[in-house]
């Protein structure tokens, strides 16, 4: 069973919290520069075959026109490791000369600097350099002989990169900042802490637990820039924590903002060594897996399920580690969770941390707009309890428009906010766009043409659209499927684009009040009813949102709309 002192193989979070986070400790020190080529600190046998020009920064975004994976693998039969051949391969160093001889003979799939490939050739390049460099300044990081690990020194001592590399990260990353858990090389008798992965029937013949699944990895030892580091949820929120909040002397505020800064946005969403949450650029943070978080959000993903999200905007840290593998890797409902385990954390602290409002940075708009929170919430707006109360339209001394009265339903209403809509996937969870219809049809009196004494809520109207095929794969609801419920009554208008649609144009529709307007906000994650707006403000719309206790977004919030419209 997963405790909290479970030990998980971070993967592709190696590529952060080792090796990343080694990196920018060698380049704070002055011991490593990001143009720096590799070719100059590593090897000069590493230009052949057009490589001369690849710097650290290259690597770190993952353009430096590497393949995405060695070819052959390090594990296949063909490259000729010698425990390839076993029955059951052992993870040491005895293939270390050859993967390091591969490497400066390794071709290039694309011109340096032109195209990001993720690639783990880049981390497996990194970790190699930053062992040189810390070997060539081991005073300094306080490693002596006795610091390496004696079977990494023994199967190849001229060529020992690899183990300083992995007295660096252990001495002046973990244990600098206070992590136990966390390191390459779990000992035997800590095997059955770890989560198992993968039953690997093609390289290690069992299922992997205690040791890197990662097969590249496994065959380089099992100490790698890409993989093979494991950690513990407390161990790795701990390493957070002090990179952003910087609880210990680790990395200053100059090299924090340099290393978790989108780089190059016309490239990808990427900085130096992490990834970014920016929806509006290639890659988009792997498909926004750290969900409604800010775009500004450094993150990392990991093969086994692990995840990282540090959002600076909002001061919140989420660590999601999973051994979605177990028993095979053909398990891809990780992607679809990441989103939703994110969009639940943006939920759990809202509004305390995500509370946007208008004109961010204005103490005293935030203020008056919060005065006037509470007077909309005390006229029954916000109680979200799923009753049908209303405020009324232009109240005394108000000047915010309301066109009509809607209801107020909150998608987690214990009465239905674990109903399933489809799959796993309960209303609660993604249920947004659905109880933000039901608002609107119950605002009408809509009732299902079927069961005309059925009151209006998302939990009727689930019930409804899972008996009429109004789901698409993932419980995407198929607004198309909407207006047979009272096929006289309604039409689905269509979806609009911000640049199709503005604040100007919402208003004039939602004038009319047998128009229905819902806004997609929060980088697409999400789904509120929209009701009116605030002529003193114009930037803003006012909404229906019981779940995140909200009344208005920004204009700037909205990626897209939703019409209807009321026949």
């Not at 802490?193 to 992997?208: F, H, S, W």
């Not at 990808?268 to 650029?281: E, F, H, K, M, Y």
């Not at 698409?472 to 649609?501: C, F, H, M, Y």
């Amino acid at each position: 069973s997963m405790k909290m002192d479970t030990r998980f193989d971070m993967a592709s979070c190696t590529k952060v919290l080792a090796t990343t986070s080694a990196v920018a400790l060698l380049y704070q020190n002055g011991h490593l520069a990001l143009e720096d080529r590799v070719a100059d600190r590593l090897d000069k046998r590493f230009a052949a075959n057009g490589k001369a020009d690849i710097t650290v920064l290259n690597c770190l975004l993952h353009n430096a026109g590497y393949p995405p994976d060695p070819v052959p693998g390090y594990w296949y039969p063909s490259f000729g490791c010698p425990e390839t051949n076993k029955t059951e391969p052992a993870e040491n160093w005895s293939c270390r000369k050859q993967t390091f001889e591969a490497l400066m003979q390794q071709t290039l799939q694309n011109p340096i600097g032109a195209k990001y490939v993720y690639s783990d050739l880049s981390f497996i390049t990194l970790m190699w350099l930053a062992g040189k460099v810390a070997m060539e300044n081991a005073a300094f990081y306080g490693i002596t002989p006795d610091d390496l690990l004696p079977e990494c020194v023994a199967a190849g001592p001229e060529l020992p990169y690899q183990c300083y590399f992995e007295a660096l990260v252990r001495k002046n990353v973990m244990e600098a900042n206070g992590l136990k858990s966390t390191g390459f090389l779990p000992k035997p008798e800590v095997w059955g802490e770890c989560a198992p992965c993968e039953n690997d029937t093609t390289y290690l013949r069992r299922v992997v637990q205690g040791q890197v699944s990662d097969q590249n990895a496994y065959a380089l030892g099992g100490i790698s820039g890409h993989a093979g580091l494991f950690s513990t949820a407390p161990d790795v929120f701990k390493l957070l924590h002090t990179i952003m909040f910087r609880d210990v002397e680790f990395l200053n505020v100059s090299t924090w903002k340099t290393f978790v800064t989108e780089y190059n946005h016309t490239q990808s969403s990427r900085a130096l060594g992490w990834n970014t949450n920016d929806p509006t650029v290639f890659d988009q943070g792997w498909n926004m897996s750290c969900g409604p978080m800010s775009p500004r959000t450094y993150m990392h993903l990991g093969y086994t399920g692990t995840m990282v999200c540090s959002d600076p905007d909002a001061g919140v840290i989420s660590v999601m580690l999973t051994n979605r593998v177990y028993p095979t890797d053909q398990n891809i409902k990780i992607r679809r969770v990441r989103q939703l385990f994110s969009a639940a954390v943006v939920k759990a602290l809202s509004p305390s941390h995500y509370r946007r409002g208008v004109n961010r940075g204005d103490p005293a708009l935030e203020s008056r707009m919060r005065r006037e929170l509470r007077t909309y919430q005390e006229q029954g707006q916000q109680d979200g309890n799923g009753d049908d109360s209303s405020v009324s339209n232009n109240a005394k001394g108000d000047s915010r428009v309301f066109p009509f009265k809607y209801p107020l339903f909150k998608q987690c209403n214990s009465t239905w906010g674990n109903h399933i809509m489809e799959g796993s996937y309960t209303v609660c969870a993604v249920g947004c766009l659905m109880s933000s219809i039901s608002m609107a049809l119950r605002g009408h009196g809509v009732t299902p043409v079927s069961e005309p004494t059925v009151g209006m809520n998302p939990g009727t109207f689930n019930d409804w659209l899972r008996a009429h095929h109004g789901y698409v794969g993932g419980a995407d609801l198929n607004e198309a499927a909407v207006p047979p419920l009272r096929p006289s009554a309604i039409k689905w208008v269509g979806s609009r684009t911000p640049q199709q649609l503005n604040r100007a144009g919402a208003i004039e529709l939602i004038k009319q009040p047998h128009n229905i307007v819902i806004a997609n906000v929060m980088h697409g994650h999400h789904f509120v009813l929209v009701t009116g707006w605030d002529p003193r403000y114009d930037d803003i719309l006012l909404v229906n949102d019981p779940g995140f206790t909200r009344y208005y977004y920004n204009v700037s919030d909205i990626v897209g709309w939703r019409l209807f419209t009321m026949v």
